[in-house]
């Protein structure tokens, strides 16, 4: 599997968003997409998933141009665990997973035993087979995110992305997300996609790593090239010191202060 995206720019009405963007991942890649509020993060997920159509470029998935894509075949091909997601209905957390499949079934058809074979695997591979038959209304905000990770999984995608899936979970469900996320990525053969404000959490977790700046590209490559502290300084625009942790020797970003000329 391979995703290209090729010069791609968007703009809301004559606001440009996104400006020549370009870039390529493959199945097991974690492609994370950092930069401050307002550089385009969601906006790039967005256009990768046919929510939004380019004003110019083109994304490949195997070569094939998505545009040309209909709505089941991008579901085929892409899953998505959107920035903001809640069901307010009381449907099981099985029948919210179930949902995952519609884009392998025909129209007004119930489904086989193949999609619940596949359902039980996705409930499995996210460590939620306990909680099959619980309503998504009673669940902790940790445990809804698995439940639309593996919703996504249902749809057995070759791309998986993420925006933001760590907000609002306190610090061991963001590494219990994280970590599975890393499995299923290496065990599943997928590509990732995900944005992270938490530029430690990107720089543990990432194999590539993308930082946008207002719309464009300002550096891409290695997590440990990308996140340093001349291009904190220069795209967000705040000192940081920079660091290695004791075990496992990821690296760690601190905030020190912010700079006074860049925060106007």
């Not at 069901?87 to 193949?114: C, I, K, Q, W």
């Amino acid at each position: 599997m391979e995703l290209k995206i090729l010069d791609l720019s968007f703009s809301y009405n004559s606001t440009k968003t996104l400006d020549s963007i370009a870039l390529k991942i493959k199945g097991r890649d974690i492609l994370c997409i950092i930069g401050p509020n307002g550089s385009g993060k969601t906006t790039l997920l967005k256009c990768m998933n046919k929510k939004l159509k380019p004003t110019t470029g083109a994304i490949l998935v195997n070569d094939i141009n998505m545009l040309r894509m209909n709505r089941k075949e991008v579901a085929k091909n892409i899953g998505a665990v959107p920035q903001v997601s809640t069901v307010s209905f009381p449907f099981t957390v099985y029948d919210l997973v179930m949902m995952g499949r519609y884009s392998h079934m025909r129209r007004f058809s119930a489904e086989n035993e193949n999609d619940r074979a596949v359902v039980s695997q996705c409930l499995a591979r996210t460590g939620i087979v306990h909680m099959a038959d619980r309503l998504i209304t009673e669940i902790s905000g940790g445990e809804y995110q698995k439940v639309v990770i593996a919703r996504a999984l249902a749809q057995q995608p070759k791309i998986l992305l993420l925006d933001e899936v760590t907000s609002h979970l306190d610090i061991n469900h963001q590494i219990e997300i994280l970590e599975l996320v890393k499995t299923l990525s290496e065990t599943e053969n997928l590509a990732i996609v995900m944005v992270l404000h938490d530029l430690s959490l990107a720089a543990r977790y990432s194999t590539k790593t993308i930082m946008l700046q207002k719309g464009r590209v300002f550096a891409c490559g290695r997590p440990e090239d990308v996140i340093s502290i001349e291009n904190i300084r220069d795209v967000y625009g705040i000192e940081v010191e920079m660091g290695c942790s004791n075990k496992g020797n990821y690296l760690n970003v601190i905030p020190l202060s912010i700079i006074p000329e860049m925060s106007d």
